[in-house]
T-cell receptor
Framework: DVKVTQSSRYLVKRTGEKVFLECVQD?????MFWYRQDPGLGLRLIYF???????EKGDIPEGYSVSREKKERFSLILESASTNQTSMYLC??????????????FGDGTRLSIL | AQKVTQAQTEISVVEKEDVTLDCVYE???????LFWYKQPPSGELVFLIR??????QNEISGRYSWNFQKSTSSFNFTITASQVVDSAVYFC???????????FGGGTRVLVKP
């Protein structure tokens, strides 16, 4: 089974702090994704990466950056946390192999509160 | 642009009732994929099913069934004889065949009461 592991389930930080959310997958997947989930808005894509050191902006990249130095790890960085970034953050991964349409597999999520 | 609409925000049923979740999508692409995910209270999104745009066969997996109708751009999901463990938020999602990005609907919260 695919395992996507997010470093924290709950995190509390202060406004202005630099925040790192870590995600690791164990299935050698090429693609990795970061989403945020807010009530009534569903999941919105922040950034994704299709290879090491490659990244592409999603729908809501403002205020975030990402890092992918190794294939299995994808980090989301809040450069200067703000209260409107309080949310549930979900990491996902998927494979190129098997053709298009491979499902994304998700981690348990990190519930981040910015005070 | 792609869009997925789940008009039902919350559905409440009593155990053993059937429940149908609606999903309507918009895309200009001729080749695409549709997905359903389940998010239990624990938070993890669990993949349930994938359907490509060329396969309109309905599918049944245990108490779950899916009805894909391209003519109405709908991909509805039915839980038969619901159980308390089915209580979760269910998301429908769409992906263009040549892209990586999933477009999610807003989700439908299902509450199954004993």
């Amino acid at each position: 089974d695919v395992k996507v592991t997010q470093s924290s389930r709950y995190l509390v930080k202060r406004t202005g702090e630099k925040v790192f959310l870590e995600c690791v997958q164990d299935m050698d997947h090429e693609n990795m994704f970061w989403y945020r989930q807010d009530p009534g808005l569903g999941l919105r894509l922040i950034y994704f990466s299709y290879d090491v050191k490659m990244k592409e902006k999603g729908d809501i990249p403002e205020g975030y950056s990402v890092s992918r130095e190794k294939k299995e790890r994808f980090s989301l960085i809040l450069e200067s946390a703000s209260t409107n970034q309080t949310s549930m953050y979900l990491c996902a991964s998927s494979s190129f192999r098997g053709g298009a349409g491979q499902p994304q597999h998700f981690g348990d999520g990190t519930r981040l509160s910015i005070l | 642009a792609q869009k997925v609409t789940q008009a039902q925000t919350e559905i409440s049923v009593v155990e053993k009732e059937d429940v149908t979740l609606d999903c309507v999508y918009e895309t200009r692409d001729t080749t695409y994929y549709l997905f359903w995910y389940k998010q239990p209270p624990s938070g993890e999104l669990v993949f349930l099913i994938r359907r490509n745009s060329f396969d309109e066969q309905n599918e049944i997996s245990g108490r779950y069934s899916w009805n894909f109708q391209k003519s109405t751009s709908s991909f509805n999901f039915t839980i038969t004889a619901s159980q308390v463990v089915d209580s979760a938020v269910y998301f429908c999602a769409l992906r263009w065949a040549a892209g990586n990005k999933l477009t999610f609907g807003g989700g439908t919260r299902v509450l199954v009461k004993p």
